[in-house]
């Protein structure tokens, strides 16, 4: 089944303990992004890749990092979480090939709360 | 500042109405527009894509777009309850990163039985 998977799905956690959220797709896309939600604001990209270590700065990046170092995997970084990065997070991928059209598809979700 | 805007809501219909949702862009050379339905909670689901003017139809789901006036919108036959969630608009980023897409905040469907 072609699907995006993120993990974990639920995290609690504290200001400044290093945390990592896996995104992992099976449809071989070379377009990977993270975008966080939060209500009233949307969906905010915070960083994307375009292949594998090809990553730049969406329009929150401020406080995450994330490596490509595999085209099937993009893994979101938390150095130092702070409260202001609670929100429900999600990954998405697309096709980049020839005839694509964009169509991105996301990943289940993480709710993370930093206390 | 490339936006995609659309009306909050709630939409309120009722049960067997058509719901029409509506989105504009500021991006005039934007070429691929999507509409994706988001349950309270659970991650957005590609419903419709659409790229050339005119309609285009998928079951119950019509979506229209129109470039000239930077417009996109997505009709709803025969509402069901199950329809009920948040239903967000998303274009692409015509000159950016290939791949980039813009996406409203979202209109809220209520479809009352």
């Known amino acids: 089944e072609a699907q995006v998977t993120q993990n974990p799905r639920y995290l609690i956690t504290v200001t400044g303990k290093k945390l990592t959220v896996t995104c992992s797709q099976n449809?071989?896309?070379?377009?990977m992004s993270w975008y966080r939600q939060d209500p009233g604001l949307g969906l905010r990209q915070i960083y994307y890749?375009?292949?594998?270590?090809?990553?730049d700065k969406g329009d929150v990046p401020e406080g995450y990092k994330v490596s490509r170092k595999e085209k099937r995997n993009f893994p979101l970084i938390l150095e130092s979480p702070s409260p202001n990065q609670t929100s429900l997070y999600f990954c998405?991928?697309?096709?980049?090939?020839?005839?694509?059209?964009?169509?991105?598809?996301f990943g289940p979700g993480t709710r993370l709360t930093v206390l | 500042q490339k936006e995609v805007e659309q009306n909050s809501g709630p939409l309120s219909v009722p049960e067997g109405a058509i719901a029409s949702l509506n989105c504009t862009y500021s991006d005039r050379g934007s070429q691929s527009f999507f509409w994706y339905r988001q349950y309270s909670g659970k991650s957005p689901e590609l419903i419709m894509s659409i790229y050339s003017n005119g309609d285009k139809e998928d079951g119950r789901f019509t979506a229209q777009l129109n470039k000239a006036s930077q417009y996109v919108s997505l009709l709803i036959r025969d509402s069901q309850p199950s329809d009920s969630a948040t239903y967000l608009c998303a274009v692409n980023v015509h000159g950016g990163s290939q791949g980039n897409l813009i996406f409203g905040k979202g209109t809220k469907l209520s479809v009352k039985p």
């Open positions: 449809m071989n896309h070379e377009y």
């Open positions: 890749s375009m292949n594998v270590e090809v990553t």
């Open positions: 998405a991928s697309s096709s980049l090939g020839t005839g694509s059209r964009n169509e991105q598809f």
